[in-house]
């Protein structure tokens, strides 16, 4: 037995020889000497049957136990080299303290156990168990795979696992898979899953070989000492009862990885069953050439590495400390931090900002190893004219937008790039980019900013840049033969580059309806078209799956897209962002990990990058020196700002856009849903049925409404108009601010108010506004503003001598603006509305519907017309147009907007 102890060590010290120097081949090659003078010895005294021949090995056994534990320490740190009893196992600090190349087998067969067995396992290409019972087999895979998911820092290593046999052998490490699949998935069992995992290694394989020339390395280890930022894991892959459940293809991808393993970080450990007969095609023997072999036969094994040699394996983890130690390891992965990239770090200096933008846009998003990972978007040679990006929920996409904008922001001016960023998944993270009170900057390169845009606004803006491509195809025709942007001098009148970032792309396409089909119509557009007029897209979504509005038209709009980026993910949406077969994204590890690929999805092109950070307040910064620069050149124009779910601003647009005189009064009731802001108006004749009817529930919306109406309407004329306010909310104390402010501001600008809020006041001043219209013409313009008319009582109450309220206010809408007396009501209900004014309904120029029966609306708009009725939205119909028009009504002034308003109008 003391034979089989020297040689152990020889072998394990000749293994070493690479690391330790000649120091340790010099020690090696005398202990070899000595080994073989002790073999002699002992054999001898075996053959003699000599009583001193155990002493003998034992004494041997003894001489070199101290340098074979200390060697065994340097090749196999921490848990990798500790027996399972190790008080190691039970402390925190040992886990995750790093892998070494070898590992721990158990102790040379003798008594004293002193002499520890290691093997070297990482570096190789793995290892092969065959033993006595199946069971016995497994468990020496557990051990090896426990000790080193314990070995190995979070997320530096995975193992993947094929148990056809439904065995549940890797069920020891459960709770890892259950929080970390990406460090220990789940099991596979079927021939169909595993081909999946040997196809994601077979591109694995590919593209770690491509870096690893790159940068001139031979192995996997000189990469991960190379100083990438992010280091990539050893690949393990385990294998139960082999070759069951392989066929041919699968044992064809086998052996091309295990012929290439040791050079890619790739390890198999692969428990072989010699009693399962291979499927047709199968030759397990060829596999086997490529591993190292185990026979384990009880409790003891032998290793091809060392032959001749009998190792005593150690026992099972016991159950305690396996779950403590898995605990340990999710812990440690809660914890593990990926290492980050200073965005200001990818930035050109000051000196360098806003480059004439030539033949592409160019900007650096992050490092692949030591590389800049840089995005260049280009018209031609080759083309790469959109991107498409995907990634799982907080993996950092919206990081990765951010970054891309800003980056580009600081490399071309707003003369050379104009950007339209929409998000239409209602986050914040475009806030930022856009004016808002008390902040005086924006990015000067915004044209269109949705903070939160809906579908109908996303459908606009496709509009809109369908329109704008259409004028640069004249612009193009006008100088001859110029078929791409990139061939136009740089000069004034070259139209810039637009860059259109569409966040959660998909929402425009998740109902099956006429916004859906119209957008993928445009979208489809623009993909084709836009890339010689210098516009690009940019998709983004956590994922395309399932979305039916695009599934016949996949092809023509991502074939469209050379640009591929998939941030972490699972298998099915990295293949959908990517291409199918490339499940790359799958086995990214951290958050800002991405997969960069260039062409098309094509595995064989994946570049695996590390996103630079970018912090919000560094980019606030960033953007308060872009808009200085830009104001130093010239006024900056703010965007077109959006934000669904919220009504629009009468005070801003009052400011940025103060009602003209005009041959016709306009009164606005809202902004559109467009690219453009002009309000959308009613038009105000003195003609009999000029007035407007708002309808549906909703007083904060319906003040709003007749704010933006009576205030703009007011303001278009030098000589300003009455106003008589009816008002059935008084008791309404919600209504208070909203009304006083709209009085109010109705003062400032110069009329005359009367506000009339008691319900028997308001019937009597509906009739004497019918005495007035009684009265013929010659009277000062006066505009009646009824809030909420179906809350005044006794509209239709018999009053003896005179006729009934209800039938003086048809009277007066229908006739008043013959003689100056136009009138702008609100009824929550078309029905309350028929009862009091008729079923004409004095013949009113226009409707606003607020949040209204569809029934009601389709009465009077027609029976194709829908409406969902959603808040902040009304519907406009002046009984002109082609069809009703949806707006953003304004909302109620409060006390703050009184001063802008007057500011804004004047007197």
């Given at each position: 037995?003391?034979?089989a102890?020297?040689?152990?060590?020889l072998?394990?010290?000749?293994?070493?020889?690479?690391r330790?120097g000649?120091?340790?081949?010099?020690?090696?090659?005398?202990?070899?000497?000595e080994?073989?003078d002790?073999?002699r010895?002992v054999?001898?005294?075996r053959m003699a049957?000599?009583?001193?021949?155990?002493?003998a090995a034992?004494?041997?056994?003894?001489r070199?136990a101290p340098?074979?534990v200390?060697l065994?320490?340097?090749l196999a740190?921490?848990?990798?080299?500790?027996?399972?009893?190790?008080?190691?196992w039970?402390?925190?600090?040992?886990?995750g303290?790093?892998?070494?190349?070898?590992?721990?087998l158990?102790?040379?067969?003798q008594g004293?156990?002193s002499?520890?067995?290691?093997?070297?396992?990482?570096?190789?290409?793995?290892?092969?168990v065959?033993?006595?019972t199946p069971?016995?087999g497994?468990?020496l895979?557990?051990?090896?795979?426990?000790?080193?998911?314990?070995?190995a820092p979070p997320f530096?290593l995975?193992?993947?696992?094929f148990?056809?046999?439904?065995?549940?052998?890797?069920?020891?490490?459960?709770?890892i898979t259950?929080?970390y699949p990406?460090i220990v998935p789940?099991?596979?069992?079927t021939?169909d899953?595993?081909?999946d995992?040997l196809s994601?290694?077979v591109?694995?394989s590919?593209?770690?070989?491509g870096r690893?020339?790159q940068l001139?390395y031979?192995?996997f280890?000189q990469l991960?000492d190379s100083?990438?930022?992010?280091?990539d894991p050893?690949?393990?892959v385990a294998?139960?009862?082999y070759?069951?459940?392989?066929?041919e293809?699968?044992?064809r991808?086998?052996?091309r990885?295990?012929?290439?393993a040791?050079d890619?970080g790739?390890v198999?450990?692969?428990h072989a069953?010699?009693?399962i007969?291979?499927a047709s095609?199968?030759?397990p023997?060829?596999?086997?050439?490529?591993l190292?072999?185990?026979?384990v036969?009880g409790?003891?094994?032998?290793?091809s590495?060392f032959?001749?040699?009998?190792?005593r394996?150690?026992?099972p983890f016991?159950?305690?400390?396996?779950s403590d130690?898995?605990s340990?390891?999710?812990?440690l992965?809660?914890?593990?931090?990926?290492p980050?990239i200073?965005?200001?770090?990818?930035?050109p200096d000051?000196s360098e900002?806003w480059?004439?933008?030539r033949?592409e846009?160019?900007?650096?998003i992050?490092y692949?190893?030591?590389?800049?990972?840089r995005?260049?978007?280009r018209t031609?040679n080759?083309?790469?004219?959109?991107i498409l990006i995907g990634?799982?929920?907080?993996?950092?996409k919206s990081?990765l937008?951010?970054?891309?904008i800003h980056?580009?922001?600081v490399?071309?001016?707003p003369?050379?790039?104009?950007?339209?960023?929409?998000d239409f998944?209602?986050?914040?993270?475009f806030?930022?980019l856009?004016p808002a009170?008390?902040?005086?900057?924006?990015?000067?390169?915004?044209?269109?900013?949705?903070v939160?845009?809906d579908r109908?606004f996303g459908l606009a803006v496709?509009r809109h840049?369908?329109?704008?491509l259409?004028?640069?195809?004249?612009?193009?025709?006008?100088?001859?033969?110029?078929t791409d942007?990139?061939?136009l001098a740089n000069?004034p009148d070259?139209p810039?580059?637009?860059?259109?970032?569409?966040?959660e792309f998909q929402v425009?396409?998740e109902?099956?309806?006429?916004?859906?089909?119209?957008?993928?119509?445009?979208?489809e557009?623009?993909?084709?078209?836009?890339?010689?007029y210098g516009?690009h897209?940019?998709?983004?979504t956590?994922t395309?799956?399932?979305?039916?509005g695009?599934a016949?038209r996949?092809?023509?709009?991502?074939?469209q897209?050379?640009?591929r980026i998939a941030?972490?993910?699972?298998q099915s949406?990295?293949?959908s962002?990517?291409?199918?077969?490339?499940?790359?994204a799958?086995d990214?590890q951290?958050r800002?990990e991405a997969?960069l690929n260039?062409?098309f999805?094509s595995?064989?092109d994946n570049q695996?990058?590390?996103?630079?950070?970018?912090?919000?307040d560094?980019?606030?910064e960033?953007?308060n020196?872009?808009?200085?620069?830009a104001?130093?050149?010239?006024p900056v124009v703010p965007p077109r700002?959006?934000?669904?779910g919220?009504?629009a601003?009468?005070?801003?647009?009052l400011?940025s856009?103060?009602?003209?005189?005009g041959?016709?009064?306009?009164?606005?009731?809202g902004?559109?849903i467009?690219?453009d802001?002009t309000?959308?108006?009613?038009?105000?004749r003195e003609?009999?049925?000029s007035?407007?009817?708002?309808?549906?529930?909703g007083?904060?919306?319906?003040?709003?409404?007749?704010?933006?109406?009576a205030?703009?309407?007011?303001?278009?004329?030098s000589r300003?108009p009455?106003?008589v306010v009816?008002?059935g909310t008084a008791?309404d104390r919600?209504?208070?601010?909203?009304?006083?402010?709209?009085v109010q501001?109705?003062?400032?600008?110069?009329c005359?108010?009367e506000l009339v809020d008691q319900?028997?006041k308001?019937l009597a001043?509906?009739?004497?506004?019918?005495?007035v219209?009684?009265?013929?013409a010659?009277?000062?313009?006066?505009?009646?503003?009824?809030?909420?008319?179906?809350l005044v009582p006794?509209?239709?109450?018999d009053?003896?001598?005179a006729?009934?309220?209800?039938e003086?206010?048809a009277?007066?809408m229908?006739?008043?603006?013959?003689?100056g007396?136009?009138t702008?009501?609100w009824?929550?209900?078309l029905h309350?509305?028929d009862?009091?004014?008729?079923?004409?309904?004095?013949?009113?120029?226009a409707?606003?519907?607020?949040?209204?029966p569809?029934?009601g609306v389709?009465?009077?708009?027609?029976?194709l017309?829908?409406?969902?009725?959603?808040?902040?939205?009304?519907?406009?119909?002046?009984?002109?147009?082609?069809?009703?028009?949806?707006v953003?009504?304004f909302?109620p002034?409060v006390q703050?907007?009184v001063?802008?308003?007057?500011?804004a109008v004047?007197r």
């Open positions: 037995m003391s034979v102890a020297l040689e152990a060590r072998r394990g010290l000749a293994a070493a020889v690479d330790l000649a120091d340790a081949r010099d020690l090696a090659e005398e202990q070899h000497q080994a073989l002790a073999q010895q054999e001898g005294g049957k000599a009583p001193n021949a155990d002493v034992a004494a041997a056994a003894s070199i340098d074979a200390r065994a320490a340097q740190p921490g848990l990798a080299g500790e027996p399972p009893a190790a008080p190691g039970r402390s925190r600090e040992y886990v303290a790093g892998v070494g190349p070898y590992v721990r158990g102790d040379l067969e004293t156990g002499v520890p067995v290691i093997a070297p396992l990482l570096g190789t290409n793995g290892w092969q065959l033993a006595d069971s016995s497994h468990r895979v557990q051990s090896l795979a426990l000790r080193l998911v314990a070995t530096r995975r193992v993947d696992s148990d056809p046999r439904l065995t549940g052998a890797m069920g020891l490490l459960r709770q259950s929080k990406q789940r099991s596979v069992n021939v899953q595993f081909r995992v994601s290694l591109e694995l590919s593209e770690r070989a690893m020339t001139g031979r192995r280890e991960l100083g990438a930022a992010v280091k050893y690949r393990i294998l139960f009862d070759p069951s459940g392989i066929d293809a699968s044992q991808d086998l052996l990885l295990a012929a290439t040791a890619r790739i198999f450990l692969v069953d010699q009693k007969a291979p095609g199968v030759r023997e060829q596999l086997v050439d490529h190292a072999r185990v026979e036969t409790e003891r094994a032998t290793f590495h032959p001749g040699i009998s190792v394996l150690d026992p016991d159950a305690t400390t396996t130690i898995v340990i390891v999710t812990d992965a809660d914890g593990a931090v990926l980050t200073d965005f200001a770090s990818t930035l000051d900002w480059q004439p933008a033949d846009l160019s900007t650096i992050g692949d190893d030591r590389t800049p990972a995005l260049r978007l031609g080759p083309a790469l004219p959109h990634g799982a929920a907080g993996q950092g990081n937008l951010l970054v891309m980056g580009l922001a490399r071309y001016s003369r050379d790039l104009e950007m339209y960023l929409l998944k209602h986050g914040v993270e806030a930022g856009g009170h008390g902040r005086a900057h924006w990015l000067p390169h915004v044209k269109v900013l949705g939160h845009s109908a496709l840049l369908n329109t704008e259409g004028r640069r195809s004249t612009f193009f025709k006008e100088r001859g033969n110029v942007l990139a061939q000069d070259r810039p580059r637009i860059l259109v970032v569409l966040d425009l396409m109902e099956d309806d006429d916004i859906a089909d119209e957008a993928v119509r445009l979208i557009k623009l993909m084709r078209q836009g890339r010689a516009v897209l940019v998709l983004a956590q395309i799956e399932g979305m039916s695009i016949y996949r092809d023509s709009i991502f074939g897209v050379p640009y941030l972490k993910s699972t949406d990295s293949q962002v990517l291409r199918s077969g490339n499940t790359a799958a990214l951290f800002g997969i260039a062409n999805g595995p064989e695996r990058v590390l996103v630079s950070f970018a912090p919000p560094t980019l606030a960033l953007r020196k872009l808009h200085a620069r104001r130093a050149a010239g700002v959006f934000h669904v919220e009504s601003d009468l005070g801003d647009t400011t856009q103060p009602p003209a005189a041959a016709v009064v306009e009164a606005w009731a902004l559109p467009a690219v802001e309000p959308r108006a009613v038009q105000v003609d009999p049925g007035g407007v009817i708002v309808l549906g529930d007083a904060m919306d319906a003040i709003g409404v007749l704010s933006g109406m205030i703009s309407a007011a303001a278009q004329q300003r009455r106003f009816l008002d008791a919600s209504t208070g601010e909203g009304k006083a402010a709209l501001s109705l003062i400032g600008i110069g005359d108010v319900p028997e308001i001043k509906i009739h004497e506004l019918r005495q219209v009684d009265g013929g010659g009277i000062e313009l006066t505009y009646v503003l009824g809030i909420g008319m179906h006794r509209m239709k109450a009053i003896e001598f006729p009934r309220a209800s003086s206010l009277e007066v229908s006739d008043g603006p013959s003689v007396i136009v702008f009501a009824w929550n209900r309350v509305v009862d009091h004014l008729g079923w004409e309904r004095s013949n009113v120029s409707y606003a519907f607020l949040r209204h569809v029934d389709r009465t009077v708009c027609g029976p017309v829908s409406w969902a009725s959603e808040s902040n939205r009304a519907l406009l119909w002046d009984g002109i147009s082609p069809e009703p028009v949806v953003v009504p909302a002034l703050g907007d001063d802008r308003v007057v500011a004047g």
